[in-house]
């Protein structure tokens, strides 16, 4: 029963970390990590002993680097948090925040549709507008035709040409604006 289990959670570890297509994929990714590799090798073994002990070794490394904190499997939807929570900043492409097979992956995650959480400044000073992600977006020239922005209404967030971003408040055309924390 136990190595039943072992062979049940070796299999979720795989299905958990890349969405159920490692199972389908033979060869093994060059951008994949040894502990993927050493799983993917396991599903080669054709003895079932023989891969139940791969198996078990390749989860118990696993097990052992994620306690250790060398490793930290993420799902689709950490990814997703954690590229929402980060959009407006300029980050090297380490190919982290990208889960396989995303459509936002493919529009190269151009927009964010969002919430306002806080308003702080005024017209004359410049607003500073902190989404329910928590990122503080700064509004230094506003234009006249913008109305106050405020807790509660929409706010979409284009990226623009040279590292601009534009953001819509409520429906209103959009106004140039900057990420600041």
């Not at 306690?67 to 982290?96: A, C, M, N």
Request: charged fraction near 30%; hydrophobic fraction near 35%; aromatic fraction near 6%.
């Amino acid at each position: 029963m136990a190595c039943r289990h072992l062979s049940i959670v070796a299999t979720g570890v795989i299905l958990g970390m890349t969405g159920g297509q490692a199972a389908a994929k033979d060869s093994s990714s060059k951008d994949d990590s040894p502990h993927l590799e050493a799983l993917r090798a396991c599903q080669n073994e054709s003895v079932a002993e023989a891969r139940l002990a791969c198996f078990d070794k390749a989860v118990s490394t696993l097990l052992s680097a994620d306690e250790e904190g060398e490793l930290r499997i993420v799902d689709r939807e950490d990814v997703r948090k954690t590229r929402r929570s980060l959009f407006g900043f300029g980050l090297p492409d380490f190919g982290i925040f990208k889960s396989r097979g995303d459509k936002e992956d493919e529009q190269d995650f151009e927009q964010l549709e969002t919430t306002i959480a806080a308003v702080g400044g005024s017209r004359s000073t410049g607003y500073l507008i902190t989404t329910e992600e928590g990122a503080v977006w700064s509004l230094s020239q506003v234009p006249n035709r913008l109305m106050t922005p405020k807790t509660g209404q929409k706010i979409e967030i284009k990226k623009g040409a040279l590292s601009s971003y534009f953001l819509r408040i409520n429906g209103q055309p959009g106004v140039k604006g900057k990420r600041v924390q």
